[in-house]
């Protein structure tokens, strides 16, 4: 609570994240740890091919340069964009965390940082000396090699992120004694890994796909090979993805996994929840058939055909993270500190105090009957606006009006009494921080935010609220 509160009422801080984070987890995945080793092996296969086939080599090493180029311009624009995005935006939405997480990792970031250099330096030259190493066989053979090296670049990046995300789930025993060790062995950290890897694999594989009936056209005697090659790329990584997939589960808290229906209950996610192993399966299962359809007639393929399985493995991970996120709620790191912001050890303190008079960005420091609403409006954005808007996705009083009956007038005391239980409520939401009196306040601003939808403008440049209030009119308003 030292930092300014950005908001987005619109669509809510949540959506800002998510979007930014799951796009490039697509991109990081199916084209950077997933292309690398699938790029770097079918230079290999036509490397191998040469002494038998010369004619055969420059196929295969041509489909493979088209599918880096791909991976290229993607990985290096969108890619490191989105990647570079995410810290920037988690930092906005929630600066406490960040920093709480830069505390532990440092020389884990610091060393993220410099694979990611390395990564990017690796793949220009892999891109770039490609026509080149086609000189000789020694020349290839060194191409080959950093080939291998850039995919063994492109994994590290991830396991060490992997590392950070398993920590934000479960620091495990990171909770007694904090050191850097301890936040990276969590107990969550090694099977995600083995769970990712894989997945970024079949990722790569139904790209792949794709690239094949696009990159090698109708006459090109190598193109059922290619596609052969391919299927079987993908098909190999799926045992390993089922079996990681269920360590993975087995090893999320109790907590967590007995309160997945529950957080699944929001609306969108119920339904979706118990096909999401048949997307993932669905979509394998396809590129699966359609590498054995080539096997009889490669010619015949119709190329949109290629793009469900990667709209189905997009699904499957979109929704993974989303999951995965949810789930680790009421806390960002777990059993640390809660969504909002403030750290578990600090509940006691501020229940007593209240929030606002600890919070450096505020308006109010204090609750009077005169500030009530705008103190309110304070503590709601304290307390609430990580996950609630007053009037967009998730707004507050839609949620409450869902609870009471759409239409009626909410109730100050209803939402007060819900309020102080909230948590076990819904176990996805931390317990109200604050005093009785800034309880008072806020459910008093919800209320006038029934009778009087206003919206809060973006970031807060110094904490003051940039709606301006006419506090007799709406009292007025409340009363009757
Ligand atoms: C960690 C994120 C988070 C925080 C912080 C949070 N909420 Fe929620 N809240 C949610 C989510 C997610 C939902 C469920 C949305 C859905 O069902 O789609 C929800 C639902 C609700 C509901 C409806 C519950 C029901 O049973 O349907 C109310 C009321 C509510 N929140 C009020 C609040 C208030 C008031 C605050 C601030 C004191 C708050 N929330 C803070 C995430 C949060």
Same mark, same amino acid.
């Given at each position: 609570?030292?930092?300014?509160?950005?908001?987005?009422?619109?669509?809510?801080?949540?959506?800002?994240?998510?979007?930014?984070?799951?796009?490039?987890?697509?991109?990081?995945?199916?084209?950077?740890?997933?292309?690398?080793?699938?790029?770097?092996?079918?230079?290999?296969?036509?490397?191998?091919?040469?002494?038998?086939?010369?004619?055969?080599?420059?196929?295969?090493?041509?489909?493979?340069?088209?599918?880096?180029?791909?991976?290229?311009?993607?990985?290096?624009?969108?890619?490191?964009?989105?990647?570079?995005?995410?810290?920037?935006?988690?930092?906005?939405?929630?600066?406490?965390?960040?920093?709480?997480?830069?505390?532990?990792?440092?020389?884990?970031?610091?060393?993220?940082?410099?694979?990611?250099?390395?990564?990017?330096?690796?793949?220009?030259?892999?891109?770039?000396?490609? @026509?080149?190493?086609?000189?000789?066989?020694?020349?290839?053979?060194?191409?080959?090699?950093?080939?291998?090296?850039?995919?063994?670049?492109?994994?590290?990046?991830?396991?060490?992120?992997?590392?950070?995300?398993?920590?934000?789930?479960?620091?495990?025993?990171?909770?007694?004694?904090?050191?850097?060790?301890?936040?990276?062995?969590?107990?969550?950290?090694?099977?995600?890994?083995?769970?990712?890897?894989?997945?970024?694999?079949?990722?790569?594989?139904?790209?792949?796909?794709?690239?094949?009936?696009?990159?090698?056209? @109708?006459?090109?005697?190598?193109?059922?090979?290619?596609?052969?090659?391919?299927?079987?790329?993908?098909?190999?990584?799926?045992?390993?993805?089922?079996?990681?997939?269920?360590?993975?589960?087995?090893? $999320?808290?109790?907590?967590?996994?007995?309160?997945?229906?529950?957080?699944?209950?929001?609306?969108?996610?119920?339904?979706?929840?118990?096909?999401?192993?048949?997307?993932?399966?669905?979509?394998?299962?396809?590129?699966? $058939?359609?590498?054995?359809?080539?096997?009889?007639?490669?010619?015949?393929?119709?190329?949109?055909?290629?793009?469900?399985?990667?709209?189905?493995?997009?699904?499957?991970?979109?929704?993974?993270?989303?999951?995965?996120?949810?789930?680790?709620?009421?806390?960002?790191?777990?059993?640390?500190?809660?969504?909002?912001?403030?750290?578990?050890?600090?509940?006691?303190?501020?229940?007593?105090?209240?929030?606002?008079?600890?919070?450096?960005?505020?308006?109010?420091?204090?609750?009077?009957?005169?500030?009530?609403?705008?103190?309110?409006?304070?503590?709601?954005?304290?307390?609430?606006?990580?996950?609630?808007?007053?009037?967009?996705?998730?707004?507050?009083?839609?949620?409450?009006?869902?609870?009471?009956?759409?239409?009626?007038?909410?109730?100050?005391?209803?939402?007060?009494?819900?309020?102080?239980?909230?948590?076990?409520?819904?176990?996805?939401?931390?317990?109200?921080?604050?005093?009785?009196?800034?309880?008072?306040?806020?459910?008093?601003?919800?209320?006038?935010?029934?009778?009087?939808?206003?919206?809060?403008?973006?970031?807060?440049?110094?904490?003051?609220?940039?709606?301006?209030?006419?506090?007799?009119? $709406?009292?007025?308003?409340?009363?009757?």
């Amino acid at each position: 609570m030292d930092f300014p509160i950005f908001h987005l009422d619109f669509m809510g801080n949540r959506w800002l994240i998510a979007m930014i984070a799951i796009l490039h987890v697509l991109i990081n995945h199916a084209l950077a740890v997933g292309f690398a080793p699938l790029v770097t092996l079918m230079e290999y296969r036509g490397y191998l091919a040469r002494k038998t086939d010369l004619e055969q080599q420059k196929r295969w090493d041509d489909l493979a340069y088209k599918f880096l180029f791909v991976a290229f311009v993607i990985t290096t624009t969108v890619g490191a964009m989105t990647g570079v995005g995410i810290w920037f935006s988690a930092a906005l939405v929630n600066p406490a965390s960040i920093g709480s997480l830069i505390r532990v990792f440092y020389f884990a970031w610091f060393t993220e940082w410099i694979v990611f250099v390395g990564e990017v330096i690796l793949i220009v030259i892999y891109f770039l000396t490609w @026509k080149k190493s086609n000189r000789s066989d020694k020349a290839k053979r060194r191409h080959i090699r950093f080939g291998l090296i850039l995919s063994i670049f492109s994994w590290i990046t991830m396991a060490v992120i992997v590392g950070i995300l398993g920590f934000m789930m479960d620091p495990g025993n990171w909770l007694s004694d904090k050191t850097l060790f301890n936040g990276f062995t969590n107990p969550l950290y090694i099977p995600q890994l083995l769970f990712r890897t894989p997945l970024a694999m079949i990722m790569a594989g139904c790209i792949g796909l794709l690239l094949v009936a696009i990159f090698a056209k @109708k006459d090109n005697p190598i193109r059922p090979k290619a596609f052969r090659f391919v299927s079987i790329w993908t098909l190999i990584w799926v045992p390993h993805v089922v079996i990681a997939g269920l360590w993975y589960y087995y090893k $999320i808290p109790d907590l967590m996994i007995g309160n997945l229906p529950v957080a699944l209950g929001t609306q969108l996610f119920q339904a979706w929840y118990d096909k999401l192993f048949y997307v993932m399966f669905g979509a394998v299962g396809l590129a699966v $058939i359609i590498g054995l359809w080539t096997l009889f007639n490669s010619r015949r393929i119709p190329k949109w055909l290629m793009v469900l399985p990667i709209i189905g493995i997009f699904i499957f991970i979109g929704m993974f993270e989303r999951i995965r996120e949810f789930i680790r709620k009421p806390y960002v790191i777990g059993e640390y500190m809660y969504a909002n912001a403030i750290r578990v050890e600090d509940y006691p303190l501020l229940q007593k105090d209240g929030i606002l008079p600890h919070s450096t960005f505020v308006s109010v420091s204090e609750v009077t009957e005169e500030n009530k609403l705008e103190a309110g409006e304070n503590v709601f954005l304290v307390a609430c606006t990580r996950c609630h808007t007053t009037s967009g996705i998730n707004s507050v009083v839609n949620r409450f009006e869902r609870m009471y009956g759409k239409g009626n007038p909410l109730n100050v005391d209803a939402m007060k009494t819900y309020m102080r239980s909230m948590h076990k409520a819904r176990y996805y939401m931390p317990p109200f921080p604050g005093n009785e009196k800034e309880l008072d306040a806020l459910a008093y601003y919800i209320k006038s935010l029934q009778t009087f939808p206003r919206t809060i403008e973006g970031a807060q440049l110094n904490g003051t609220p940039a709606v301006e209030y006419d506090i007799e009119k $709406i009292k007025e308003h409340i009363k009757k």
